[in-house]
Structure formats: C-alpha cells, structure tokens
C-alpha cells in the first residue's frame, strides 16, 4: 500500500492507464537546475523494524514529528501506517492504522495533531484496478473519521485518498483520476496533472497573489510534487528515462531558486521526496541496490 505506488496511480490514471491499488494566472517555473544537492544535506535512515525491507517516509511537520508506513502491500508484508515522534529515536515509532483496516498508510500531518492517509479492507496482495481504498483523517491518533469524496458516478472499486493537511484543519486528495495534491498553511497548494500528450507535469498554485506555476523538471519524463511548505518551498520526485529505465529522483523548487536535485547517497536505485516542514527538513524514501526502500531524513546543512 505504498504511497509511492498510490500516488503513481493518480497519475497514470489521469493518462487513461489502470489505476493501480496501495502498496499518498499561468507562470513558468524557472527552469535553472543545480547539480545533485545531498552535499546541501545531511542524511538518516529511519525504517520501522517491523518491515526492514519496505518503509516510507511521508510527511513531517514543524515539530519534527514525522508520518509514513512499512510494508509494500505483497503477500505477507501489508502496509501499516505510523507516527514517529521523534526522528531521533528509532524505538518511537507509534502505530496508527483506521480501526479495523485490512491496511493503513498514514500520508501527512499538521502541527495540532490531526493527520490524513489512506486504508484498505483488503489484505495483500492486491491486485491493481480491483481494491477499494478509502480516506481517513484522524485527531491524536484517537479519533478516526471516514473520509470518501461525494462523487455521484464513484469509480469501482471506489479509490479516496487524502494526501496532507494544513493547520486551518484543510486537507487535500485524490479520488477516482484526480491528481495528487499538498497543501500548506498558507493554503497554497502543490500537485502534478497529465497534459494533452500524456506527459505528466506538476504545478504549485500559490493563493497569496494567485499564479499557477507550471514544474516540468528540465529532461524529466514526469514531474510529481508531493510537498510543499509555508515559505512555498516545492518537493517531490522527477523521473529520468535518459538511460533507458525510469529512474526517481527527488528535487526541491522555489520561485527564487528554481530546481534542485536531491538524491539521498544510499539510493541506488531511485530516491523520492514527500515532505518539507519551514526549516527546510525534507522526508521521503529511497531504494537500494538490494531493491529495498528505506525511509529518510534529510536536514540542510549549516
């Protein structure tokens, strides 16, 4: 019940493809790149020990406490969502998962304790195209709601997701086609929609003097934002296909600074971004040689 999978389906969906189950005024954006950016970071693994092999990290807010889930939703390995309270305690990982889920992912969070995400009550494996999949958002970890986009014409097996939450309690997804979406305090917003040609693309919308800004990652075949945060700091994962094998990376955009790679060292095969607080600490997830994903930490260097 990856997020990465999830939202990946938003966007293939929105290109007429299958959508796949779990396994989260027009401007152009600048198109100026720097090289890859981890010497701008510093990096930590976090994976829960439950699942070593599959953790994803989603979201984290301005009190550094961060949200995400282990398990890749294959046969014996379902998805569960959590809390980690402190990225600096590995033994503080604190389960959340909609009551009586089959599977749960926990895909973002404010800074007065609600957070969002997605189940299922289905165990794995799952197959694509065919499980239903339903929003929740939750307050402390305790109170559970529901949450299902009221389309009159829902897709079947019906698929809600929500994505993130601002501290207005506003919060963002995705039902049936529509594309993936973050949201900060400010009520700005970030996401990726599929143009005429099939290429998907991302956009920032920013609500203070509304523009929408178009991000194409420069040579990427798709471009997905995932976060964004209040000083409008953009992130998310670029595509390469240069070589011949799609290839994730992760990036960062401002309007003043443009794009920025990051990739985290330990990411051999594809490093993805999810989540940005204020301070600039950035969240998300890579995979590595052996085909393992591992949760990361990222902090900008002083």
């Known amino acids: 019940m990856s997020s990465a999978i999830s939202r990946r389906a938003a966007a293939a969906a929105a290109a007429g493809a299958t959508v796949l189950a779990l396994a989260g005024g027009t401007v152009a954006a600048r198109a100026s790149v720097t090289?890859?950016?981890?010497?701008?970071?510093?990096?930590?693994?976090l994976d829960n020990s439950n699942d070593p092999t599959f953790n994803v990290l989603l979201g984290i807010n301005d009190h550094g406490k961060l949200v995400g889930g282990f398990g890749s939703a294959t046969a014996g390995h379902p998805s569960r969502g959590y809390v980690l309270h402190s990225?600096?305690?590995q033994v503080?990982?604190?389960?959340?998962?909609?009551?009586?889920?089959?599977?749960?992912?926990?895909n973002g969070l404010n800074n007065n304790g609600v957070t969002v995400g997605i189940y299922s009550t289905q165990k794995p494996p799952m197959t694509p195209g065919e499980v239903p999949t339903f929003?929740?958002?939750a307050v402390n970890g305790k109170h559970f709601h529901k949450v299902n986009y009221p389309t009159k014409h829902p897709f079947s097996p019906p698929i809600d997701e929500l994505l993130g939450v601002n501290d207005q309690g506003v919060a963002v997804g995705l039902y049936l086609d529509v594309h993936g979406t973050a949201i900060n305090d400010a009520g700005s917003i970030a996401g990726y929609y599929t143009d005429s040609h099939s290429q998907v693309k991302g956009f920032f919308i920013r609500k203070k003097a509304p523009h929408l800004f178009k991000l194409s990652y420069p040579g990427a075949s798709q471009t997905l934002p995932f976060g964004v945060s209040k000083h409008g700091e953009v992130v998310g994962t670029y595509e390469d296909n240069s070589t011949g094998?799609?290839?994730?990376?992760?990036?960062?955009?401002?309007?003043?600074?443009g794009f920025h790679a990051v990739n985290d060292p330990h990411g051999t095969a594809g490093t993805d971004l999810s989540g940005v607080n204020s301070a600039?600490?950035?969240?998300?997830?890579?995979?590595d040689a052996k085909?393992?994903?591992?949760?990361?930490?990222a902090r900008p260097k002083k």
């Not at 389960?95 to 749960?104: E, I, T, V």
């Not at 085909?291 to 930490?297: D, E, P």
């Open 35 to 45: 090289p890859d950016h981890a010497t701008h970071y510093t990096f930590r693994t």
């Open 87 to 89: 990225p600096y305690r």
């Open 92 to 106: 503080d990982y604190r389960n959340q998962n909609f009551p009586h889920a089959r599977q749960s992912l926990v």
């Open 135 to 137: 929003g929740f958002y």
């Open 245 to 257: 094998t799609n290839v994730d990376h992760g990036f960062t955009w401002t309007r003043q600074g």
């Open 280 to 287: 600039g600490v950035l969240v998300g997830y890579y995979v």
């Open 291 to 297: 085909n393992h994903t591992h949760g990361f930490l």
